[in-house]
């Protein structure tokens, strides 16, 4: 059968270009074990297979692999894992339905969009807490694993042209998941975390279910959106617990749950704004919003203000990232090897939470810089049992070379001791 005779027209280079994109990703192997380097040796054949079928109608996807991994706040979350192959074919999904769904979403919604990103909702966040005093922070409870299929589906037809994509949305939905004993589950609701089309699925389902209703319920508040986790601006702690109400019994008409313990009222405390409250902070997208001192610019004095910076949380994970690699112990390699395998993450760090606050991150500097001097009481023998000396020999290479290590740059060297 000629690509002219098959039901659905799919260009064979939308099936290339998506898996570029997967390979550009990364990732683990599905239930079969092939991983990206065995998908890639036969290339050509798998790609053209992947194609024929899907331009068929023929395409059913494999069942994805359960992997738990732990969550920051204890326990663990089950992500489904799929195969290379149909992490291809819903990226061509993907790609294909993004661009007219992106175009509906709303301004506020800031999860998994192009062209959006997390610091855009910090930015956005950080100015409205200085106009109102009061935010509801919600988190919805087990959001990809909830989600249901008839309202989804809806939502999906609604906005979907495309038939074969709506074919195979309906598809993936169903898949079952195999568990680490290689039993079967299937799947009734939910779109697996993990899957390449489950963000965008997953926008959508809640661009009806909170965004628009919040828009079209209480167009005076502001509020933002990243996948599972909102803040509603309120003026009053009375509003805010009316708000934190509807939005309860919203949610369970749309089949989810606000998390109980994640979600709470905030008073955005600040040098201008008397009393207090149980809660006056909360964490959004790795800041810690809360009362701070802060410099005026122009008089130098200084003033509480209700400004975000790395949180807590944020800080321990980086320690952990950085305890995971060891180094203390590996004395064979030189200092050049170290820079080079950790320069990237701490860019990384750096860029992302150096946006805001930047001197909150200096704790994490020094943990970075304290187990390099490990490193070198290790790595030599004349700075064996020596700290101070240690912290000196380093201290000096980074005046010399402060382009070694990223945080070395800028004065941001932090102590060594």
């Known amino acids: 059968m000629s690509a002219a005779d098959k039901p659905f027209s ?23 074990g092939q991983t990206i380097e ?63 769904l992106d175009a509906v979403f709303l301004a506020d919604s800031y999860g998994y969009r192009p062209g959006k990103s997390a610091l855009n909702a910090v930015g956005v966040t950080r100015k409205r ?18 989600i249901n299929h008839t309202l989804l589906l809806r939502a999906v037809r609604k906005h979907v042209t495309c038939p074969w994509a709506v074919l195979y ?41 909170f965004d628009l209703w919040m828009t079209r319920t209480h167009p005076e508040l502001p509020w933002c ?20 109400a509807v939005l309860q019994a919203r949610l369970a008409e749309c089949h989810l749950e606000m998390h109980p313990t ?28 809360r009362p701070r001192l802060v410099k005026n610019s122009r008089r130098g004095s200084l003033f509480w203000s209700f400004t975000p910076a790395v949180s807590q949380a944020a800080l321990t994970a980086m320690r952990e990232t950085i305890r995971k690699t060891n180094l203390r112990n590996r004395t064979q390699i030189t200092l050049e090897d170290v820079a080079n395998e950790i320069n990237p993450v701490l ?18 500097f020094r943990h970075v810089n304290r187990s ?10 004349r700075l064996a049992g020596h700290r101070t000396r240690a912290s000196i020999f380093l201290e000096t290479i980074s005046k010399k070379t402060p382009c070694l290590f990223a945080h070395w740059r800028k004065g941001t060297v932090g102590a060594f001791a």
């Open 10 to 32: 799919i260009d064979k280079k939308l099936v290339y270009e998506a898996y570029k994109a997967v390979r550009a990703n990364a990732g683990a192997a599905g239930v079969d």
């Open 38 to 100: 065995r998908f890639e040796a036969e290339l050509g054949d798998n790609l053209y297979k992947l194609w024929n079928r899907m331009s068929s109608g023929s395409y059913f996807p494999p069942p994805v692999r359960a992997v738990a991994i732990p969550k920051k706040s204890g326990g663990q979350r089950l992500l489904g894992v799929p195969t290379v192959a149909d992490r291809v074919a819903q990226m061509v999904v993907k790609q294909m339905i993004e661009p007219d």
């Open 129 to 146: 807490c200085w106009k109102y005093d009061w935010v509801l922070e919600f988190d919805i409870k087990g959001l990809f694993d909830n």
């Open 169 to 209: 949305i309906e598809r993936w939905l169903t898949a079952p998941m195999c568990m680490e004993d290689g039993t079967q589950v299937e799947r009734t609701c939910g779109t697996p975390q993990g899957g390449v089309v489950s963000p965008v699925l997953a926008n959508l389902f809640l661009h009806y279910a």
């Open 225 to 244: 959106r990243y996948a599972d986790d909102g803040l509603v601006h309120c003026r009053s702690e009375q509003e805010a617990q009316a708000v934190m």
């Open 262 to 289: 994640k979600t709470k009222i905030v008073y955005c405390k600040d040098g201008s704004r008397k009393g207090s409250y149980v809660n006056q902070g909360f964490d959004f997208l790795g800041y810690g919003f």
């Open 347 to 364: 860019r990384g760090w750096i860029e992302y939470y150096g946006r805001y606050c930047p001197s909150a991150l200096y704790p994490m």
């Open 372 to 381: 390099l001097v490990a490193w070198a009481m290790r790595k030599y023998k």
